[in-house]
């Protein structure tokens, strides 16, 4: 599949883009402690099994509103993977929902995104 590089500050402009235009409060939802709750019954869970849950639902939030932000998700991940967007363009569809799987289970688009979401609560 592709590498995918380290997410570092330089990323935080596009995917703030990204997450915008993809729907803050959709994807903010998917780390809510209301979800939480309700992915782990209100109880002690899985943490790779809830982790595996919100990443899929990310996931899905993204792939949902995709043509809102087609070009710059292309770029960012042309970007942190040093394909061709073009290469990208034309992977498989199973390729490239596996690619926006990889990203969004990055430690550091959670940590990220955590951060964010407390902070603008």
């Known amino acids: 599949m592709y590498e ?4 570092c500050a330089k990323d935080i402009a596009p995917l ?6 993809i729907g803050w409060k959709e994807l903010k939802y ?4 209301d979800r939480m ?3 782990t019954g ?8 809830v982790g595996m849950q919100v990443a ?8 949902a509103n995709y043509s809102k932000c087609e070009k710059r998700l292309f770029s960012f991940l042309s970007d942190i993977t040093g394909e061709k967007v073009t290469t990208l363009m034309n992977a498989s569809m199973a390729d490239f929902a596996e690619l926006i799987i990889d ?7 959670s940590d990220f995104f955590s ?3 407390k902070r603008l609560s």
Request: glycine share 6%; aromatic share 4%.
């Open 37 to 39: 709750k309700a992915v």
């Open 56 to 63: 899929m639902e990310v996931a899905g939030v993204v792939l």
């Open 42 to 49: 209100g109880k002690d869970g899985n943490v790779e099994a």
């Open 4 to 7: 995918i590089r380290k997410l």
């Open 16 to 21: 703030t883009v990204i997450i915008t235009e």
């Open 115 to 117: 951060v964010v979401s």
């Open 103 to 109: 990203v969004v289970t990055k430690e550091e688009f």
């Open 30 to 33: 998917c780390f809510s402690a």
